[in-house]
């Protein structure tokens, strides 16, 4: 079975913090991915990676970044966070090079920032 | 990625088959159907997929119309931990790896 595993459940930060969220996957899957879920908006990429250290923006980079330094580990950066970033942030995987692309999720961290 | 219509809301008695329908009237020829759920406050979990032939796995059946316009993810049988909210996408190889999901529908099991 896959596994996709996220750091943290829930995370309680402050208006200007840097926010560490960290996910790992234990497939050997080339594509990671971190979207956030927001009611009434649904899922929104924010970055995707298809392979260590290289890195694409989805549709809401701003205020985030990623790094990829090892294949199964892909973490999401917070530099600054704010109000508006609170939120769930869901991390999935996914085997390159396969024709349906199946996207394995994690169990997602609820963001609150004060 | 195509448009896909689902009922917001669905019933179903414990034991009993869900049928949950999703409506994707301009589907392309290269684009499969994927059905995802999300139980509350967890991340989304894959269930099935298909191009145009049925699908069994050990958690549901998917049932796709023979003009691809329409489908139905079955639950045979349902129980209490099937409620959630389930996701209809319709999505295309390489289709910029990026996952979209509309309102779903949530199911209900009740006992």
């Known amino acids: 079975d896959v596994k996709v595993t996220q750091s943290s459940r829930y995370l309680v930060k402050r208006t200007g913090e840097k926010v560490f969220l960290e996910c790992v996957q234990d497939?050997?899957?080339?594509?990671m991915f971190w979207y956030r879920q927001d009611p009434g908006l649904g899922l929104r990429l924010i970055y995707f990676s298809y392979d260590v250290k290289m890195k694409e923006k989805g549709d809401i980079p701003e205020g985030y970044s990623v790094s990829r330094e090892k294949k199964e580990r892909f973490s999401l950066i917070l530099e600054s966070a704010s109000t508006n970033q609170t939120s769930m942030y869901l991390c999935?995987?996914?085997?390159?090079?396969?024709?349906?692309?199946?996207?394995?999720f994690g169990p997602g961290t609820r963001l609150l920032v004060l | 990625d195509a448009k896909t219509t689902q009922p917001p809301s669905m019933d179903c008695a414990e034991g009993r088959a869900a049928n949950l329908p999703c409506n994707h009237s301009?589907?392309?020829?290269?684009?499969?159907v994927y059905w995802y759920r999300q139980i509350h406050s967890q991340g989304p979990q894959y269930i099935i997929h298909?191009?145009?032939n049925n699908e069994t796995n050990e958690m549901a059946s998917l049932i796709i119309t023979e003009d691809r316009k329409s489908s139905t993810l079955i639950l045979p049988h349902a129980t209490l931990r099937d409620t959630a909210v389930y996701y209809c996408i319709v999505r295309a190889f390489n289709a910029g790896n990026m996952l979209t999901f509309g309102g779903g529908t949530r199911l209900m099991v009740k006992p």
């Open positions: 999935a995987s996914s085997l390159s090079g396969q024709q349906q692309e199946t996207q394995y």
């Open positions: 298909g191009l145009k």
């Open positions: 301009t589907i392309s020829g290269n684009e499969y």
């Open positions: 497939m050997d899957h080339e594509n």
